[in-house]
């Protein structure tokens, strides 16, 4: 059985107790549009729209665009085409500030510098993989704490 992004989006809405109205003003678009996207009568969205349900829900994207799956052939786990446009975008963005510029170029060369300290080939990727780890757990600490803000800022 084939899970669609649509009941995906619709479940974990309702799990979080959102109501439709609310839920498609948070994201940007009509309640009408949203249930249709939900009922698997829109399935096109765009992708600011997709990002933003994402987002809003804190799903997977590869989950939401059905690209996690088990059965999938190694192949296809391949970052697709559409993964790349967003990373691209996003890091375009990021790169236009000058001070982000130069936090990442020094962060990029400490951990290719450690190639040279750790020569065995195996611990660099236990590193590599550990660094992956720290930075995924400190990422959504600090999406809680600016979500936390958020909700702060709309209380007052």
Not at 131 to 155: A, C, D
Request: aromatic letters at 4%.
């Amino acid at each position: 059985m084939h899970i669609k992004a649509g009941e995906i989006i619709k479940a974990r809405r309702e799990e979080r107790g959102i109501t439709l109205v609310d839920f498609a003003g948070k994201v940007g678009i009509s309640p009408g549009y949203l249930s249709q996207l939900e009922n698997g009568r829109k399935d096109n969205p765009s992708l600011d729209v997709i990002l933003s349900i994402a987002q809003e829900l804190d799903l997977d994207i590869d989950m939401l665009l059905g690209l996690d799956q088990e059965t999938e052939t190694p192949a296809l786990r391949i970052p697709s085409l559409i993964r790349l446009v967003i990373a691209k975008d996003r890091n375009l963005n990021a790169l236009e500030d000058r001070e982000v510029q130069r936090k990442v170029s020094n962060l990029l060369d400490r951990v290719l510098q450690s190639k040279y300290l750790i020569e065995d080939n195996d611990l660099y990727g236990l590193f590599l993989e550990d660094l992956y780890v720290q930075t995924e757990t400190t990422l959504k600490r600090y999406m809680s704490i600016e979500i936390l803000k958020n909700m702060s800022r709309s209380e007052l």
